[in-house]
């Protein structure tokens, strides 16, 4: 069945540093692709999301590409904020799969000043 | 504001005892549904809904049972409530496809019920 793979953390890292985490799919259809934010204490929130092959999402500087070529859809921000610190999920939809939401196991970032 | 509203927040049972999450939702969304998330786990899905009268099974549903009488309230009632079943659970909504599926124009979670089962 689908599934999504995310890159373990804690991803511990300094303010004003790059970063990435990674994220890889499977799926038999042609899903649509997402990022949500879960802060302390509060349920997700979608961060970006892209429908097709190309398409780039973005969001708060956040920004992913939906590379179908090497099925990826990875997180990237050139520079990150305390207020980034947050935990992180990658997931699809596949519409062909009824819709559901699926997600990847989360990374946990922490962004220290 | 809209969105989706879960209640409780928090809820202490002791094993075997039963009771009912309950969220609501004002965005008159057809597709409703209902994951708990775990430690290294992400989210997985328990039941879903694609409309009222309308429920189905998703990756994790036993111990658990739900009903759709009205577009707006999707509850999640624990039978026996059981330690493994300690968990924080989301609801989430959508508006659904042209094909009647979720994810429509994304979904919107609730804040989450934290359960523990002692």
């Known amino acids: 069945g689908d599934s999504v793979t995310q890159m373990e953390g804690p991803v511990t890292l300094s303010e004003e540093a790059f970063l990435t985490i990674n994220c890889t799919y499977t799926a038999t259809g042609y899903p649509s692709l997402f990022w949500y934010v879960q802060y302390p204490g509060e349920g997700l929130q979608l961060l970006l999301k892209?429908?097709?092959?190309?398409d780039k999402g973005s969001n708060k500087g956040f920004e992913a590409t939906y590379r179908k070529e090497t099925t990826s859809f990875h997180l990237e921000k050139g520079s990150v904020q305390v207020s980034d610190s947050a935990v992180y999920f990658c997931a699809l939809t596949d519409y062909n799969q009824g819709g559901k939401l699926i997600f990847g196991q989360g990374t946990e970032l922490s962004v220290k000043p | 504001n809209a969105g989706v509203t879960q209640t409780p927040k928090f809820q202490v049972l002791k094993t075997g005892q039963s009771m009912t999450l309950q969220c609501a939702q004002d965005?008159?969304?057809?597709?409703m549904s209902w994951y708990r998330q775990d430690p290294g786990m992400g989210l997985r899905l328990i039941h879903y809904?694609?409309?009222?009268?309308?429920?189905d099974q998703g990756e994790v549903p036993n111990g658990y049972n739900v009903s759709r009488s009205t577009t707006e309230d999707f509850p999640l009632r624990l039978l026996s409530a059981a330690p493994s079943q300690t968990s924080v659970y989301f609801c989430?909504?959508?508006?659904?496809?042209?094909?009647?599926?979720?994810?429509?124009?994304?979904?919107?979670f609730g804040s989450g019920t934290r359960l523990t089962v002692v």
């Open positions: 965005m008159n969304h057809e597709y």
């Open positions: 892209a429908t097709k092959a190309d």
């Open positions: 989430a909504s959508s508006t659904t496809t042209v094909l009647g599926t979720g994810g429509g124009d994304g979904y919107t």
């Open positions: 809904s694609v409309g009222a009268g309308i429920t």
